[in-house]
């Protein structure tokens, strides 16, 4: 439920290791998928702290930005070498495109500690304090592109479909989304959340696929440009208003 990255026939780049990954299978495909909507949580894949609730909003709200620039993490052990470079290797591109700094833990109160828990992938929203939690179950969550986008939700981002004026772009077809998942494709008024006067972004990170949330294999968004129908999802890359927002969000 969370990063809708995977369009039916997908082929994934690890960027980090410079490595494809072999192409997956329509079955495949659609199990990967899943993972990112198994976790329960806001949205698929963001979490809050308990009595913040739903309608917090990570991107208007300074409080929840990271001090000085910097994210601090940590990355469970249970990862090995080759994987753990998969992450860093989206950390890397936001702080080259950013003034975002990634830096290891040492003894720093406020961090984000990666773990692989059989939950899914999933984030908090922006800089709760203390030990927060961003979990990339392996298999399934361990991409190039998942990596950045679980890390743009600790930065401080909420999904580009939950924009103000997501209408004018997609449409969203509830009727093809699976019950429990309605609440997903909610979208908030400019008092909650902000684009920072950048355009509405198919190619971002944060874009649900196609057939995010689908309960009969049918599309749940639609794009107004048609051009734009099968890339919503699978960009594996920092789009240019990705970048962009980091940058107004964080005063670079």
């Keep these: 439920m969370f990063l809708k990255i995977v369009a039916v026939k997908f082929l994934f780049v690890v960027v980090a290791l410079g490595t494809p990954l072999p192409e997956q299978s329509d079955v495949a495909a659609l199990n990967m998928q899943r993972k990112f909507e198994e976790g329960g949580f806001f949205e698929g894949d963001m979490r809050f702290p308990e009595g913040d609730g739903n309608w917090r909003n990570g991107l208007v ?10 994210v601090y993490y940590d990355i469970s052990p249970e990862f090995t070498t080759a994987q753990k470079q998969v ?8 702080q080259r495109n950013t003034c975002i700094q990634f830096k290891q833990r040492t003894n720093q109160t406020n961090y984000v500690y990666v773990q692989r828990e059989n939950s899914g992938c999933w ?10 939690l961003l979990n990339l179950q392996v298999p399934g969550c361990l991409y190039h592109r998942t990596a950045m986008h ?4 600790a930065l401080g981002f909420h999904h580009q479909h939950s924009s103000t004026d997501r209408d004018d772009y997609i449409e969203v077809h509830l009727e093809n989304v699976s019950d429990e998942y309605q609440y997903a494709y ?3 008024g ?8 950048i355009a509405y972004d198919y190619k971002s990170v944060l874009h649900y696929n196609q057939y995010a949330f689908s309960k009969n294999g049918k599309k749940t968004i639609t794009t107004k440009d048609p051009s734009m129908q099968n890339i919503v999802g699978t960009i594996t890359s920092l789009s240019t208003k990705d970048i962009a927002k980091m940058r107004a969000m964080y005063n670079c």
């Excluded at 709200?61 to 910097?70: A, C, Q, S, V």
């Design 150 to 153: 679980e890390f743009m939700h």
């Design 87 to 94: 992450i860093t290797g989206g950390l890397d591109e936001i």
């Design 186 to 188: 909610d979208k908030y």
């Design 123 to 132: 984030s908090y929203v922006g800089m709760i304090g203390g030990k927060q």
């Design 190 to 197: 400019p008092d909650r959340i902000t684009d920072f006067g």
């Design 61 to 70: 709200n300074t409080r929840y930005r990271w001090i000085n620039k910097t």
